[in-house]
C-alpha cells in the first residue's frame, strides 16, 4: 500500500512587523520582528531589526528561515521586506498559487543594496 499523504503545508500568505523596545533608552531605539503569517493563521519569526543608535539598524533573518530560504544581512528595511515577499511568492508558486503581491520598483531597487545570499552563496534573484 502507498503511504498516505499528509494534510499539506501550509502556505505564507502576508507578513507584519512588529516593534518591541531595546535597551534603556527603549522610547528612542525601537527594533522590529518580522513575521510571515501562515495559511492557518500562525505566524512565524522569520527576522530581526537590532538598533545601533543614531536610527540605524540592521535587518537580519532568523537562522530556521536562513538555512531554508537564504539568508539577508542589511541596513535597509526595503531589503527586509523584500526577503520576506520573496518567500511569499516561492511558496505560492510552489503549490501552484499566483502572487497575491507584485514586486515594486522601490523592491527592485533595493535588492542590490546590501548582501542577500542563498544557501549556496549566490545571490537570490526575484522569479
Known sequence: MAAEAGPPEPVFVE????RRPV?????KLPA???YLRDSLGRQHLAGQADAHGDAHYTY??????????????????KEMISYLDRIIQVQRHAVG?????PVSKHVLKAR?????RLPD???????
Open 23 to 27: 535597551g534603556k533608552n527603549a522610547k
Open 112 to 116: 542590490d543594496e546590501c548582501q542577500s
Open 15 to 18: 507578513h507584519f512587523e512588529q
Open 32 to 34: 522590529s520582528n518580522f
Open 97 to 101: 498559487l499566483q502572487s497575491v503581491r
Open 60 to 77: 537580519h533573518n532568523t537562522k530556521a528561515f536562513g538555512a531554508r530560504y537564504g539568508e539577508v544581512s542589511c541596513h535597509n528595511k
Open 121 to 127: 552563496r549566490s545571490r537570490f534573484r526575484f522569479v
